[in-house]
């Protein structure tokens, strides 16, 4: 059974780095195939995609955050970490990550960690 | 690159059928068969419903349906029952620098 699991802090003040981990069970990003992506939500607010990261170390950027993200993966750890720096209030929202199918997903995320709520405030 | 557009609601009574439609552009939903919907009950995490336009996932009731035309997708749900009440959002593949673009969330109510 596939699950990941998100972990961080809760809240961090405005200009700090946010590090995120998610840890992975029930399939390895070793594995040819696998990507495992971060995806936010604010309060009553849509869905944006952050970034992914592929079994390979292929990594891609939402155009708009990337000059503040850096995915990365250990696989002797199970896990993906993502860090965005220069927080702000704006930034509060939920953070998820979720796993993705290079070969026959279509480019879809078919198995969601459970969120990290992440609020930005002094 | 910018959000797909939806509309912020839609509705139907039980046993109907609801269309949510999906408005891109020629880089993304009009240039790729990837689009997937997801739906988010309220406090609860997205579920995949929907990808390559028109695949369900293992579980996913075929009361779930979806198509594309031009640069608009569409995601009909059929037979409409209390649960599925919730958001649904629509995402496109928009080339390999941005492979995914989420859409602006459509809240569907059972009357």
């Known amino acids: 059974q596939i699950t990941l699991k998100e972990s961080g802090p809760t809240l961090v003040k405005p200009t700090q780095t946010l590090t995120l981990t998610c840890s992975l069970s029930?399939?390895?990003?070793?594995?040819?195939?696998?990507?495992v992506g971060w995806i936010r939500q604010p309060p009553g607010k849509a869905l944006e995609w952050l970034a992914l990261i592929y079994w390979d170390d292929d990594r891609r950027y939402s155009p708009s955050q990337k000059s503040r993200l850096t995915i990365t993966k250990d696989t002797s750890k199970n896990q993906v970490v993502l860090t965005m720096t220069t927080m702000d209030p704006v930034d509060t929202a939920a953070y998820y990550c979720a796993h993705s199918r290079y070969y026959d997903g279509g480019y879809s995320f078919d198995i969601w960690g459970q969120g990290t709520m992440v609020t930005v405030s002094s | 690159q910018s959000a797909l557009t939806q509309p912020p609601s839609a509705s139907g009574s039980p046993g109907q059928s609801v269309t949510i439609s999906c408005t891109g552009t020629s880089s993304d939903v009009g240039g790729y068969n990837y689009v997937s919907w997801y739906q988010q009950h309220p406090g609860k995490v997205p579920k995949l419903m929907i990808y390559?336009?028109?695949k369900r996932p293992s579980g996913v009731p075929d009361r779930f349906s979806g198509s594309k035309s031009g640069n608009t997708a569409s995601l009909t749900v059929s037979g409409l029952q209390a649960e599925d009440e919730a958001d649904y959002y629509c995402s496109s593949y928009a080339g390999s620098n941005n492979p995914f673009v989420f859409g602006t969330g459509t809240k569907v109510t059972v009357l």
């Open positions: 029930g399939f390895s990003l070793s594995t040819s195939g696998v990507g």
């Open positions: 390559e336009v028109s």
